[in-house]
């Protein structure tokens, strides 16, 4: 199982992570609301009462809004700073011109600068962990490797990972990277599976519609890379949200998903984490949802272990056949 970063007080980050993603108001310039504010101290406070140590960010989220106003929070509680970790990531940017659109910038300049506005939004010295976001195709490992190994040493970012990236696109900046990336963030839930179609399916025709880059979870266990799920709860499909459009695999799953919950004596949202953490990889949920009541919803999962029999029956449920 990876090992999880360390807070500055050498506290372990948590078996479940905030995403902080729908913070600080919509996708515009609009400036930030005391609403806002409120909401964001609101879901911190939530966060906390169940456990949750790690925030995760973005460059991007709500065009920086996010970390402001997280950065806001801390400014208004600055004993925060030393119980939690703070996540972010960096390397995608929006469409300048017709000529410059929505794309990817692994960059040295572009890694460094993102660092040092996400820094100024958060309120923050020093990041906690750096995550690059999306696969660049014209990534340079050897300019990647500068970027990374200057942070540390001006003391900006304490870890760093990656998101969204294959087994090898991994070894290929490891390769060039001193620093050890310690986190691959990935979209993981019922709903998504193909981290684990992937591997089933092997000498299976079924294989020849996989699209999930094989061997990428089983890399990041063997090299002690956290693996930490994005979307793990599908945006409540399977907990609570109305399903008349929705196929009969994902209508049944969530029927199992609600009687395992009342057999349990726990909550939707639970069990459908514990699906994720009862995994051997040590997967670790980054749950989505900024309201409070929802967030309070997840706290089972981190005491939540599954069956090997009910982990297949929500699985076999979730991809909607027979395993091969």
Not at 25 to 44: F, L, Q
Not at 71 to 93: A, F, H, S, Y
Not at 162 to 185: C, D, E, F, K, Y
Not at 252 to 273: C, H, K, M, S
Request: proline residues 6%; hydrophobic residues 40%.
């Amino acid at each position: 199982m990876s090992v999880l970063p360390l807070n500055r007080r050498g506290i372990p980050a948590s078996r479940l992570a905030l995403g902080c993603m729908g913070l600080g108001g919509g996708w515009n310039d609009a400036p930030i609301d005391a609403s806002a504010v409120r909401e964001a101290h609101a879901a911190v406070d939530a966060a906390l009462e169940i456990g949750i140590n790690l925030f995760d960010h973005a460059d991007i989220y709500m065009r920086g809004k996010a970390e402001r106003v997280f950065g806001q929070v801390l400014r208004e509680r600055p004993d925060l700073r030393e119980r939690i970790l703070v996540q972010t990531k960096c390397g995608i940017r929006f469409g300048d011109s017709p000529r410059a659109p929505g794309r990817y910038d692994f960059a040295r300049a572009h890694i460094l600068r993102s660092v040092d506005g996400s820094l100024e939004r958060l309120g923050l010295e020093r990041i906690d962990i750096l995550l690059l976001h999306r696969p660049d195709p014209l990534v340079d490992p050897e300019e990647v490797a500068g970027a990374l190994e200057e942070l540390v040493t001006r003391g900006k970012v304490r870890w760093f990972g990656v998101s969204n990236m294959s087994a090898g696109q991994i070894r290929l900046l490891q390769h060039h990277v001193t620093v050890p990336l310690v986190v691959n963030q990935l979209e993981m839930s019922l709903k998504r599976t193909g981290w684990l179609e992937t591997g089933v399916h092997v000498n299976q025709d079924a294989a020849r519609e996989d699209t999930f880059p094989e061997g990428t979870t089983e890399y990041c266990r063997l090299q002690n890379i956290q693996l930490q799920a994005w979307g793990p709860l599908a945006q409540g499909l399977f907990s609570g949200r109305p399903l008349d459009d929705q196929p009969e695999p994902v209508r049944a799953t969530a029927q199992l998903v609600g009687d395992l919950a009342r057999e349990r004596g726990t909550t939707p949202e639970a069990i459908v984490l514990a699906w994720l953490t009862t995994h051997p990889a040590g997967i670790q949920p980054v749950i989505g949802t900024r309201r409070p009541e929802r967030i309070r919803a997840c706290a089972d999962a981190q005491r939540l272990t599954l069956s090997r029999e009910e982990w297949y029956a929500l699985y076999v449920s979730a991809r909607g056949r027979p395993l091969p």
